[in-house]
């Protein structure tokens, strides 16, 4: 059913196992770093006076102590540079930003953007890009102007220098991998909306939802929604923030219904959803508040992202010392994700330095995740559904037991009567009777009347037709249920009986009784049976061993 899933699903894995390796190189290839002091802008500078004269500039590697507000951001000198050199540098919060370049014959020139239209320099892994307009004389030195900045990760997040060819072959190969991931997902979603729909389980609708929001916070994060709807850059980093909050929630909770009850015990069980409250709590403070305070907010929400991860830790330990195989595929493949994610919230507290990759880490992290996940869902799926075949071979054996006489494999009068009331046409009722039972029962015990039991219950099962019904109604009497035109079923029966080879060659005969009537409600099989049970004791008062048909009304 989902085979042509399948295979799309781990050729596109394995196409983004390919991209991982291949984006790198290219950024290697692309990147010319530019060395850069900031200070704080005052109102009425103009950039020719301050390149004139870049006194007062700080040029600490790490800004964000500075706190939010205005910015110039002056670069080092330039070296010689070919044509069509773009600068490109990370996508951060600000209202705008004015790039000032400053030529060796002294002229200046100058091109930006706002937060509003920033949409037209975002290129994919979000990072903005300003041309450096071409010139008689070479670019010597850039001045940034930002307004607004909130100075959460810096004020100009790593500026580098690319050529139009870099730039373009970078745009590709990352559009090529954001394709990859985008497919990986959409793949995934169909195959475990599929299979939710035909199983119904639990776990599968927050694990569709987080597939979901991560392909939300891909287009987000990639700086793909921003260039496909004109979008205001700081509304798509507050989106960022609630999609990657929504993503991680989702996951908890498919967490938690994925597991069973070994897992999710004590604490852990009872932590997740009051984090998964906690975490889109604060990231809904943070995004409704930016800019106020922004250093204070952006700590107390890593501070947060980091609780919800460490809950994942506990997870991920008990589930590798479970006994359940899937549950150590799902720990394999959220470990690389947790590392990751780790890694972003050290980032964003400050212990590790800027990193593209370690800022885009996620997406690579949950392309592994989703490939390893498969695995642990397929394996679960196939676990509960030999649990339900096992349910149901349980389920079939109780009611069969519950239909049947143990000793003799008959159906018992319970199940007989079931199925006998309500045929509406007419039909044969035929009792039998063992003749003298009791004197079996005192020659051979308990255990040799069983045994008679058994051989005389097979007896009549020979004799009857497949579609009768055959039922032990009583100690040693027996009942079929065949169509009415078999009137010689009680001679068949009769014949099998004396013909059966009895325990101990022990002879055994049987008296029969027989009548033909409708039994389509209760009151005509109390009527049938009464008239069949009659015949039954006229033909045991004929001396036994004979059939009896009940006297014509």
Same mark, same amino acid.
Not at 342 to 361: E, H, P, T, Y
């Given at each position: 059913?989902?085979g042509?899933?399948?295979h ?6 394995a196409?983004?196992?390919v ?6 190189t290219?950024?290697?290839?692309a ?8 200070r704080?802008?005052r %109102?009425?500078?103009r950039?020719a006076?301050?390149l ?5 500039f ?7 102590? #500075?706190?939010?507000?205005?910015y ?11 044509a ?20 060796a ?9 706002t ?7 975002l290129?994919l ?5 300003v041309?450096?307009?071409r010139?008689?004389?070479?670019p ?5 102007h @930002?307004? /607004? ?7 100009v ?6 050529s ?7 745009e ?6 954001? #394709?990859?991931?985008g497919?990986l997902a ?10 939710g729909?035909?199983l !119904? ?11 979901v &929001?991560? &392909? ?6 990639? /700086? &793909?929604l921003g260039q ?7 509304l798509?980093?507050?989106?960022n923030a609630?999609l990657?909050a929504?993503t991680?929630?989702?996951a908890?909770?498919?967490a938690?219904?994925?597991?069973g009850?070994v @897992?999710?015990?004590?604490w852990?069980g009872?932590a ?11 990231t ?8 106020y ?11 947060v992202?980091?609780a919800? &991860? ?11 010392q479970g ?8 720990a394999?493949?959220?470990?690389l994700p947790l590392l990751t994610?780790s890694?972003?919230?050290?980032q $964003?507290?400050g212990?590790?330095?800027w ?9 690579v992290?949950?392309?592994l ?5 498969a695995?642990a ?17 349980q389920?079939?054996?109780? !009611?069969?037991?519950a239909d049947? %006489? ?5 159906m ?5 009567l079931?199925? $006998? ?13 063992i003749?003298?039972?009791?004197q079996?029962? %005192?020659?051979l ?5 069983d045994q008679?039991?058994r051989v005389?219950?097979e ?5 009857v037709p497949?579609?009768a019904?055959?039922?032990?109604i009583?100690?040693?009497?027996? $009942? ?5 035109? $078999?009137t %010689?079923?009680?001679?068949a029966?009769?014949a099998?009986?004396?013909a059966?080879r ?7 005969t049987?008296?029969?009784g ?6 389509a409600t209760e009151p005509?099989w109390?009527v049938?049976y ?5 015949a039954?004791?006229a033909a ?14």
């Amino acid at each position: 059913m989902f085979g042509g899933s399948q295979h799309h699903f781990w050729g596109i894995c394995a196409a983004i196992l390919v991209l991982i390796g291949v984006v790198p190189t290219a950024r290697a290839q692309a990147d010319f770093p530019i060395d850069t002091c900031f200070r704080p802008a005052r %109102d009425g500078e103009r950039p020719a006076a301050i390149l004139a004269d870049p006194r007062g500039f700080d040029c600490r590697a790490v800004t964000r102590g #500075a706190g939010p507000g205005d910015y110039w951001v002056l670069s080092a000198p330039l070296p010689p540079l070919p044509a069509n050199v773009r600068v490109q540098s990370g996508s951060v919060w600000q209202e705008g930003m004015t790039l000032y370049t400053r030529y060796a014959n002294g002229t200046i020139r100058a091109g930006g953007f706002t937060s509003a239209d920033s949409w037209r320099h975002l290129r994919l892994g979000a990072l903005f890009e300003v041309p450096i307009p071409r010139a008689a004389a070479r670019p010597v030195r850039l001045l940034w102007h @930002v307004r /607004g900045a909130a100075n959460v990760r810096g004020i100009v997040l790593h500026p580098r220098l690319v050529s139009a060819e870099q730039s373009q072959r970078y745009e590709v190969q990352l559009a090529a991998f954001y #394709a990859a991931f985008g497919g990986l997902a959409v793949a995934l979603l169909l195959f475990n909306a599929a299979l939710g729909t035909a199983l !119904r389980q639990r776990f599968q609708l927050p694990y569709c939802a987080m597939v979901v &929001l991560l &392909l939300g916070y891909a287009a987000s994060s990639s /700086g &793909l929604l921003g260039q496909l709807t004109g979008m205001d850059n700081n509304l798509r980093l507050r989106l960022n923030a609630l999609l990657l909050a929504g993503t991680l929630s989702a996951a908890l909770i498919f967490a938690r219904r994925f597991f069973g009850d070994v @897992v999710m015990r004590g604490w852990v069980g009872r932590a997740i959803p009051v984090a998964v409250a906690g975490l889109m709590a604060t990231t809904t403070v943070y995004v409704v508040t930016l800019p106020y305070r922004p250093l204070l907010l952006d700590r107390l929400l890593s501070l947060v992202f980091a609780a919800t &991860l460490a809950i994942a830790f506990p997870l991920l330990w008990r589930s590798w010392q479970g006994t359940d195989r899937y549950a150590r595929a799902f720990a394999i493949a959220w470990g690389l994700p947790l590392l990751t994610a780790s890694a972003r919230v050290a980032q $964003a507290l400050g212990l590790i330095g800027w990193s593209f990759w370690v800022d885009n880490s996620t997406l690579v992290a949950m392309a592994l995740e989703a490939c390893c996940s498969a695995i642990a869902i397929a394996w679960r799926i196939k676990q509960i559904g030999e649990e339900r075949d096992q349910a149901r071979e349980q389920e079939m054996l109780a !009611r069969l037991l519950a239909d049947s %006489d143990p000793l003799t494999g008959l159906m018992n009068r319970r199940s007989f009567l079931r199925e $006998a009331i309500g045929r509406r046409e007419p039909h044969l009722l035929v009792l039998i009777d063992i003749d003298h039972f009791k004197q079996v029962n %005192d020659t051979l015990g308990h255990d040799g009347g069983d045994q008679v039991l058994r051989v005389f219950a097979e007896a009549v099962r020979a004799a009857v037709p497949p579609d009768a019904l055959v039922a032990r109604i009583g100690g040693e009497e027996f $009942a079929v249920l065949a169509d009415a035109d $078999a009137t %010689d079923l009680p001679d068949a029966i009769l014949a099998q009986v004396r013909a059966a080879r009895m325990p101990y060659d022990l002879t055994v005969t049987a008296s029969l009784g027989s009548e033909q009537g409708a039994i389509a409600t209760e009151p005509e099989w109390k009527v049938l049976y009464r008239r069949a049970d009659d015949a039954l004791y006229a033909a045991k008062r004929a001396g036994r061993d004979r059939a009896r048909w009940a006297a014509a009304a």
